[in-house]
């Protein structure tokens, strides 16, 4: 390589046109006037960091744009088996902290997903090693959506797992919880048959303290406990027990069933939850002339999905807030009315939701003919025997999902109660990854706490999370969110066909366009292209890894200068700067 | 092919055939048309050439500079205001030697706000190191896009080519639009003898002290002089490939003429229509229309001037506290010369006010009737 020196022109002649060095600059490796160094680090995308499922939320639509559709497909699978059931029943939490929200609305991210699920051709689920001992087997108890995650996880680490399911179908709460035109059965069904394509067995009609006991699992060298909760809770008032009142999840089990259920022409539902919703929408469909769901709270305190809140009204259903029932009155113990009484908001309670109180003197009667209490739900834990603590109503866990029996896990509703599918997915794969470690002798050690996630094939990312003032706006314009289609209120009443419409690919492309892929490198090129120094290097696009690894750029740190630049322009956070001396210590 | 087509547009079909690689413009009236069309070109792919939106016009002239050092074939368009903001880097261009082609719409310079034709923006910006073409026609203003190119990739020097507002700028004409196959015979791609590239970096404009400073100057005043000839041989190379020849002044009517009148731009068009009538009236006038401004071609002056006895400079323009440009510059011209004709100079149509038949014939009494210009200035149609 040349060195410095100074020439001296003896005529005119001699020199260029114009001012330039005659020799190349590459003998200065300006490198070394750095005081920052940038480095490229991907953050954690707050989709990424609100997915109880562990998704990956963010790469798998960067796929999606680079129009991997099957890659995108197989990255969701790699962490969730049932992302046609997530892509239509997950309250998406995930578009809740979306940073698009605030530049024309959130992605449609279970739109995306569902679209992802139902890409044509037989699905595979993805390989993995397997890693589980020799003949090692895992009893599942339950087969809702913790039951088949860990079951699916361990199944493709080489586990022989049987999953024992008290109905005498599986699914869970996913089959007789959640009805057929919010979850389509043959959705439903083949995700559950890929599953069981993989070896697993699910042995149904089997219920754990009916027809199983714990002793009878002895074999196993892990248990899986997820039986959900599946009980509904009780009004506590005089004359529920009058023929008529059905509590709500009965009511669900027996409608999905495939049970005949008499539908009083006059339902009232008791309750602001998913279930109170869906009672309301069957009873609608089961020939129901008029539904009220009674809420003693306000619609803002409802814990119900929105789209499902504003579904269920769209259909005829009346929503009366601020009101309770008092007394379920009878004749010759059939239900006639409720009486009623109206409530006012108060202080907050612990949930952080306004308490609400009877208003004195405010006491009514609607006449009735059905009952329903949607009021939540509660495990039915009489199996469990005295090595195995429970509290709350909950199974006791840690952080690995262990109960207080060592070789004994537990996930899912029954352990967290924390009501969603995606938790309860999440919640299964957390058992799946412990049962693993634990059966292949390693420490338990490390499993972050239940509130977060655990993911299988995870990044390394900066945990984190990209706000919306860390996007950098001079890059993204307003783009409105592409609506998700539903059947016409009055079509859908008459039968239980799905409700919401698939997107189109289309509609997938446009949407996945929008997103900011906030913290992640999507190589768009801006740090490329604004380096003033010329010292990023780009691999060529054929080489440009599609997930995991997200990183196509590399910086020459002989001639980077640190001006930061690229850090400044890059619009997703996906470049920080670190202080050189730092760097070195 | 022809077509009927404004000015502006043939700003934008010279830009096409010339296969220009980098656009970057910042829009003003009247020069918006040219680079909206160039966008849709871009925009639909009949141009593989990047468009670059800049924030303002100090930023185009930046990025069709970098875009030029870098080795491409480099182009804007703007007008008054928008090339007084230029005026830095407009010198950083030439002293840069990159040729780069801009297109300017002579627009008034403000206050008073007006957006009409004036010849000063240009005018003001001669010392800058740029070439520069006035335009009578839209041919001419198509034509001259594809020579600015060949001039300014010989000589390594930019070129402005200046069309009037509204008058060439939004009106429109028959145009030959030559075929790309002729074009590019005539022109080939740009090869650069130094350019910014990352595999073989050098720096470029650094600090120069004093002991280089003036042989670099030298060279590029001495390019300057060489342009003239080139300019005089790419305008008979065009005439030779495209039918139609240019020289750096055209001479009208200028056998045996005594009275001459000296112009350029769109008063050039109107003049034309005048001589023909004085001449059918058995009148020895003239035209001797100036295209080229920068650099100044002295000697086609002086040798079209000789036989004249007086000559009328008609200048859309002024330097202020001096008079007519182009009129000091014929001066400066024949200073020294064997014949001297008498200059009358003339102002007339600031702030696009319409330069009409009449006038040039007022201007043509005037000189009849004058032994000699009765003041260093004459104004022309002003409301005393």
Known sequence: ?585 | MEKVIMGNHAVSYGVLLSRVQVIAAYPITPQTQVVEMLSEFCADGRMKASFIKVESEHSVMAATAGASIAGARAFTATSSHGLALMHEVLHWAAGGRLPIVMANINRTLGPGWNIWTEQTDSLAQRDTGWLQFYCESNQEVLDMVIQAYRIAETVLLPVMLVLDAFFLSHTEEPVDIPDQSLVDSFLPPYEPRYKLQPGDPHSFYGLVAPEHFMELRYKMQRDMERAVQVARQVGADFGSTFGRAYDVVEKYRMEGADLVLVTSGSIAGTTRVVVDELRTAGQRVGMLKVRMFRPFPFAALRESLADAQKVAVIDRNISYGHGGIFASEAKAALYGAAHQPLIYSFIIGLGGRDVTPQSIRSIVSYVQEHEGPAEQIIWMEVKK
């Not at chain 1, 200065?28 to 920052?36: L, P, V």
């Not at chain 1, 209490?373 to 006791?396: R, T, W, Y």
């Not at chain 1, 969110?481 to 009443?493: G, I, K, L, M, S």
């Open chain 1, 1 to 585: 390589m040349t060195q410095s020196y100074i020439v001296v022109f003896k005529s005119e002649a001699d020199m260029p046109g114009t001012t330039m060095s005659l020799g190349s600059t590459l003998y200065n490796k300006t490198g070394s006037w750095r005081y920052m160094r940038p480095i490229y680090r991907n953050r954690t995308s707050p989709c990424n960091h609100a997915c109880p499922a562990g998704e990956d939320i963010v790469d798998y639509l960067q796929m999606v744009v680079q129009g991997d559709l099957e890659g995108a497909q197989q990255r969701i699978l790699a962490e969730n088996p049932l992302i046609g059931v997530c892509g239509r029943v997950c309250p998406h939490p995930c578009e809740s902290d979306c940073n698009r929200a605030h530049l024309g609305g959130a992605i449609a991210i279970h739109c995306l997903e569902r679209f992802l699920a139902s890409l044509p051709g037989e699905r595979k689920l993805p390989q993995t090693d397997h890693t589980a001992p020799p003949g090692a087997q895992v009893a599942v108890v339950g087969s809702g959506p913790a039951g088949l995650s860990c079951a699916y996880q361990l199944a493709r680490r080489g586990y022989k797992v049987t999953v024992f399911e008290a109905l005498p179908v599986a699914g869970g709460m996913l089959r007789v919880g959640i009805p057929a035109y919010r979850l389509p059965r043959d959705v439903l069904d083949a995700e559950i048959g890929a599953i069981e394509a993989l070896g697993v067995e699910i042995r149904t009609n089997t219920r754990l303290g009916h027809n199983l006991a714990l002793d009878d699992l002895q074999d196993y060298h892990a248990l899986f406990l997820a039986v959900g909760q599946h009980r509904s809770r009780r009004l506590g008032i005089p004359g529920e027990d009058a023929q008529g009142v059905i509590p709500g999840l009965d009511f669900l089990r027996r409608v999905n069933l495939g049970e005949r259920v008499q539908i009083g022409p006059r339902v009232a539902v008791i309750g602001g939850g998913n279930t109170a919703m869906d009672a309301a929408r069957c009873a609608l469909r089961l020939g129901a002339r008029q539904v009220t769901i009674l809420y003693r709270r306000s619609r803002h305190e409802m814990p119900a999905i929105d789209e499902e809140i504003e579904e269920t009204e769209q259909e005829g259903v009346k929503i009366e807030y601020l009101t309770a029932p008092v007394e379920v009155l009878t004749t010759i113990g059939k239900v006639t009315a409720l009486k009623c009484v109206r409530m006012r908001l108060s202080d907050p309670d612990e949930s952080g939701r306004r308490r609400p109180e009877p208003v004195r003197g405010s006491e009514y009667t609607l006449p009735i003919d059905m009952v329903v209490p949607a009021l939540g739900q509660e495990a039915d834990l009489s199996f469990l025997d005295s090595a195995i603590h429970s509290a709350g109503g909950l199974i006791l866990i840690n952080n690995a999902a262990v109960t207080s029996s060592p070789c004994t896990f537990a996930g899912g509703d029954a352990a967290t109660g924390a009501g969603t599918v995606a938790y309860a997915i999440g919640s299964g794969k957390r058992a799946a990854l412990a049962i693993d470690r634990r059966l292949r002798g390693e420490t338990l050690d490390g499993f972050p706490p239940l509130a977060e996630h655990v993911r299988v094939a995870a990044r390394d990312v900066d945990p984190t999370v990209v706000q919306f003032e860390g996007i950098n706006l001079a890059y993204f314009q307003e783009e409105a969110r592409t609506p998700q289609q539903r059947r016409p209120a009055a079509d859908r009443v008459r039968d239980f066909r799905e409700v919401n419409l698939p997107f189109s690919e289309e509609d997938a492309l446009r949407e996945a366009k929008r997103c900011f892929s906030c913290g992640t490198c999507n190589y768009c090129g801006t740090c490329w292209l604004y380096c003033p120094d010329i010292c990023i290097r780009r691999h060529p696009k054929e080489e440009q890894p599609s997930g995991p690894s997200r990183s196509a750029y590399e910086f020459d740190y002989d001639y980077c200068k640190g001006c930061g630049v690229c850090a400044e322009e890059c619009p997703r956070q996906a470049i920080v700067m670190e202080e050189e001396l730092k760097w070195k210590k």
